[in-house]
């Protein structure tokens, strides 16, 4: 009897252990879809890093403000110097304000330029730095340039960098506007203008790249 006992446990284990394949079988499974999910997805950002391009045409409809709130989140997500976080984001959609600016930015090539520097762009995106903050303040606001870029592209948005931000925060009416925000005007300096919006016409295409952009050392 103990011995028909010891066959029938040893039956019921072999019985479990033969279910150990069919669950690795299955987390394997899902470890494939997730390499598939992760190498679509970075097919995605590297078409979306080599097909945006600046562009210089916009719609005047303004894009709704979540999306405006996903590239904004992109942007605050850039590297920055000893995650020092530098960098700070004026998200101007006020047409009042976005006019005053471009005024503003126009004037600088001379007080009698009336054209629009932001080309009809509905969204103007400042981005200042603390110099206070890190060393690399300048390199931490161009990156965070960078992601606004490429962020309003996935989200297919038209957007160009419009420099001249430090000029014109440093006028008067610049600096008005920052303390009304309660941003420190002595510390923040304009680093650029990511102006987005709708594309109107057609979209750009690129430009070769120039020879010898690459260096090698192996």
Known sequence: ??????????????????????????GSGASTVDNN??????????????????????????????VIEEIIE???????????QAPIIVAVTNC????????????????DNDRDPFYGAPVVLVVLADTTAAFTWKEDGSLVMGNLLNAAHAKGLGSCWIHRAKEVFETEEGKAI????????????????????????????????????????E
């Open 96 to 111: 009042e304000v976005r006019d005053k600016l471009s005024k503003l930015n126009g004037a600088v090539f001379g007080p």
């Open 178 to 217: 920052l303390r009304e925000l309660g941003i420190d005007d002595t510390k923040y300096v304009g680093i650029g203008n990511c102006i987005l919006g709708y594309t109107a016409g057609d979209y750009p295409e690129a430009r070769p790249r120039k020879e010898n952009y690459v260096y090698w050392i």
């Open 1 to 26: 009897m103990k011995k028909l006992l010891f066959v029938f446990a040893l039956a019921v284990i072999a019985a479990f252990s033969s279910c150990g394949p069919s669950t690795s079988s299955t």
């Open 74 to 84: 992109a942007g605050t997500y850039a590297p920055t110097g000893m995650n020092r």
């Open 37 to 66: 999910t992760n190498e679509i997805t970075m097919n995605t950002t590297m078409q979306d890093l080599l097909t945006r391009r600046s562009v210089r045409s916009y719609t005047d409809q303004i894009p709704p403000k979540e």
